[in-house]
């Protein structure tokens, strides 16, 4: 009799040692699998908008050298033109993109890709952006920058695209195109549900973490709370600078949570992916 109670025992020691060893899967899975596939795609977002805001340099190019009155109306339905099927630009027609905007080569806008009235863009400077001042000397580049909130709130992180535009005298101005964070993130979130929507118990988003930030978008408020703190994310990120994996609970449910970098994005740019596939 003690030995068949010692042997349960034992069994019982080892389902519960398998069961808490269960919930490791999760994050291995982000690591070896969900990593990849995240890099991957901001590398394809990336090469796409590089290659998209080459061409609409190329098409705007011309309206630089117009020194009229109408130059920046012509530009601005040009603009919108270049991200509207059937004859844009593919490259920014499926885009995250929040704006693209045609600047001198003072680096001040010469307008956006909205109508006069919604254009609160034109006049800004942007000459302070590093990609802007490449672009200006006439080579492409991208790099985050930071916009001010008009009505006082954090500043927006974008990732900023600037190709130069030329003619035969050198360039003339740039084109510049702008992703916020928080929709690339929207956009890695969206290929992971696309990509696993057959498993339908499986449960995944994505945030990008930069500057003591979480930029995300449509996210379960919930699954918001149950992610660190900055302060914890911060630490963690000093500790092992290449990123973590971590569990979280939401709601009762196991959670596994990964941190990697994105450095096609920028230093210090974390892709964080959670995910659960509990029944």
């Known amino acids: 009799m003690k030995q068949w109670l010692c042997m349960g025992l034992c069994a019982l020691f080892l389902l519960s040692a398998c069961e808490k060893k269960d919930s490791k899967p999760e994050q291995r899975l982000i690591l070896s699998k969900h990593r ?19 061409l609409a340099a190329e098409h705007l190019a011309p309206g630089f050298t117009v020194q009229d009155d109408e130059r920046a109306e012509q530009m601005r339905v040009a603009l919108r033109l270049m991200s509207q099927p059937p004859k844009g630009i593919s490259e920014l027609i499926a885009s995250p993109k929040s704006f693209v905007a045609a600047v001198d080569l003072e680096g001040k806008v ?8 919604d254009d609160k863009m034109q006049g800004l400077s ?13 080579k492409a ?9 008009d009505k006082g709130g954090p500043a927006a992180v974008s990732l900023l695209f600037a190709h130069p535009a030329s003619s035969d005298d050198g360039v003339v101005g ?25 498993e339908a118990n499986l449960i995944l988003w994505a945030y990008l973490f930069y500057d003591g930030q979480f930029h995300h978008f449509s996210t379960p408020p919930e699954v918001d709370d149950a992610l660190p703190s900055v302060a914890q994310m911060s630490a963690r990120l000093r500790k092992s600078p290449n990123g973590f994996s971590d569990e979280m609970q939401v709601m009762g449910r196991a959670f596994g949570l990964g941190v990697f ?19």
């Open 261 to 279: 970098e994105a450095p096609r994005i920028a230093d210090k740019v974390y892709v964080v992916i959670v995910r659960s596939d509990s029944k």
């Open 141 to 149: 580049d991208h790099g985050l920058v930071k916009f001010k909130d």
């Open 36 to 54: 990849p596939e995240a890099q991957a795609w901001i590398k394809r977002i990336i090469e796409r908008h590089e290659k998209g805001t080459k």
């Open 174 to 198: 740039v084109v510049a195109v702008g992703i916020p964070l928080w929709r690339l993130a929207q956009a890695v979130s969206q290929q992971l549900r696309i990509e696993y929507a057959s």
């Open 126 to 138: 942007f000459s302070d952006y590093a990609p802007i001042k490449s672009a200006l000397a006439g």
């Open 110 to 117: 010469i307008a956006r890709d909205v109508k006069k009235q």
